[in-house]
Nanobody
């Protein structure tokens, strides 16, 4: 099993930046995808960005050019650098870990990001 612990959320003004971190512990699957999802008030949970164990990245159109996802394999940690934040980025951000060969998803507790106008 994989446990995920997120940090870095908070309150920021529009145009500001935040950096989210997610550390994975427990049984680590070699072939995996780590990413960030978010769920805003009244919205469905959506993929924000993901990164594979081979460092291939994918971004939602709404965050391209503003957010950057990266990972430190030695620390089993994924990061999300969020720049030029907008009020519509306000959401609970969840770290996700996919064990690809087994089709298993693991989720973090979630961290609140609030962007004020």
């Amino acid at each position: 099993q994989v446990r995920l612990v997120e940090s870095g959320g908070g309150l920021v003004q529009a145009g500001g930046s935040l950096r989210l971190s997610c550390a994975a512990s427990g049984f680590i699957f070699r072939i995996n995808v780590m990413g960030w999802y978010r769920q805003g008030p009244g919205n469905e949970r959506e993929l924000v960005a993901s990164i594979t164990s081979g460092d291939s990245t994918n971004y939602a159109d709404s965050v391209k050019g503003r957010f950057t996802i990266s990972r430190d394999n030695a620390k089993n940690t994924v990061y999300l650098q969020m720049n030029s934040l907008k009020p519509e980025d306000t959401a609970v951000y969840y770290c996700n870990y996919k064990a690809i060969p087994y089709g298993i998803d693991y989720w973090g507790q979630g961290t609140q990001v609030t962007v004020a106008s």
